[in-house]
């Protein structure tokens, strides 16, 4: 397998450098203190076509692939982690669901103004009782006529007062049916479905994420993404993706700390040399690396078979279980190697620190993700 750069990546990794620099790294640490959505950069995202990497031009997105998408991502965490996650979740869930399971009118009507971040994009599965559970959902939706009556609550969902749409996940029909659950889309506005709570979280603080209640929030039929009772299997597909786009963010923010400990290790003076001539902090420096190149090609191979339309459920779930893992290694390293400076605000790697469990969690924890592994293997 071949995953060196192309043009297009290395012409995509400078221009979101170059972006993060100017755009994000003079701000992130106001933003992450306040925990502010900064809605402009997102914009300005957007017009850099990134808000719409994998949404095809005739949409008004970039028409790109999946590398073109982990790059970016990459490049994004390297500097902060919450705009690589807010990035991502518009891209992979709101975004990707409507462009994979969406007719041709919904297409039409909500792919170029989620491409161009005129509008954000939220996507609520989780529920404050499921987590993990998700066919133990709560939310529920009955027909009435043309309409579906929604009424319940999603918690944990990244963009969750500030996104402009939804693809909301309901049963409509039996607990625990696989296919008794059905998506919707849900504008910001419709009556019946308003914010809740913001949470207060230890890490990727300036990615907003917060309820979404409903209360007998009224939704025609056209606003059905595929058929009813297909939500769930959408769900898991549109999560095998979006486990790529967990994989991408944990690398940037590995390759953050190891780039922020490199420069730091060369500098820092001790006992009359850089610290990094020293063994204990070499040996760290090169086992950051090691682990970060693995990461990238198991996240490589599972953006290839994505692009080839092939099945990814395990390699994206390989990529995602290691890549969120070496996350909090290097960035736990990271602080090691900065000593007490590294527990400081002072400097990035205690950010990197904080934002880097979250991979842990978000999209599939690493414990259902070695259960997805576990799953394929046993099945032949």
């Not at 989780?126 to 709560?138: C, F, P, V, Y």
Request: hydrophobic share 40%; proline share 2%.
């Amino acid at each position: 397998m071949e995953f060196s750069p192309t043009e297009n990546q290395e012409l995509i990794a400078q221009t979101v450098r170059d972006f993060a620099q100017r755009s994000i790294r003079p701000q992130f640490m106001e933003w992450d203190e306040a925990q502010i959505f900064p809605v402009d950069v997102f914009k300005q995202l957007g017009e850099l076509g990134l808000m719409g990497v994998l949404v095809p031009e005739q949409y008004g997105g970039a028409g790109l692939g999946y590398f073109e998408y982990v790059t970016a991502i990459q490049e994004l965490a390297r500097v902060c982690g919450s705009v690589g996650l807010s990035m991502a979740a518009h891209n992979s869930l709101c975004t990707g669901h409507i462009l994979m399971f969406g007719n041709e009118d919904q297409k039409k009507r909500y792919l170029p103004k989620l491409a161009s971040a005129e509008w954000i994009g939220a996507w609520g599965l989780t529920e404050a009782n499921t987590g993990s559970d998700a066919m133990r959902m709560r939310c529920v939706a009955r027909q009435d006529g043309d309409h579906w009556i929604l009424n319940g609550a999603k918690n944990w969902i990244t963009h969750g007062i500030s996104g402009d749409v939804a693809v909301v996940l309901a049963r409509t029909g039996e607990l625990l049916d696989s296919h008794g659950i059905t998506a919707f889309i849900v504008e910001r506005g419709t009556p019946g479905f308003k914010a809740g709570k913001k949470e207060n979280k230890l890490g990727m603080r300036a990615s907003e994420t917060a309820e979404m209640i409903f209360e007998d929030c009224r939704i025609h039929k056209d606003q059905i993404l595929g058929k009813v009772g297909d939500g769930f299997v959408q769900a898991m597909k549109i999560l095998d993706g979006g486990r790529i786009s967990i994989a991408a963010l944990s690398l940037g923010i590995a390759k953050g700390a190891l780039d922020a400990s490199l420069k730091y290790a060369q500098e820092r003076q001790q006992f009359g040399q850089p610290i990094s001539n020293f063994q204990a902090i070499s040996f760290k420096l090169a086992d950051m690396a090691t682990q970060i190149e693995a990461a990238e090609l198991l996240t490589m191979q599972a953006a290839d078979l994505k692009n080839r339309g092939q099945k990814v459920t395990r390699q994206s779930a390989f990529a995602k279980y290691y890549a969120s893992e070496v996350a909090v290694r290097c960035s736990t390293e990271a602080v090691q190697i900065f000593g007490g400076y590294g527990y400081t605000k002072d400097f990035p790697v205690e950010k990197f620190y904080r934002d880097s469990k979250l991979c842990t969690i978000g999209e599939g924890t690493s414990e259902i993700q070695k259960m997805v592994i576990a799953r394929d293997l046993l099945k032949g």
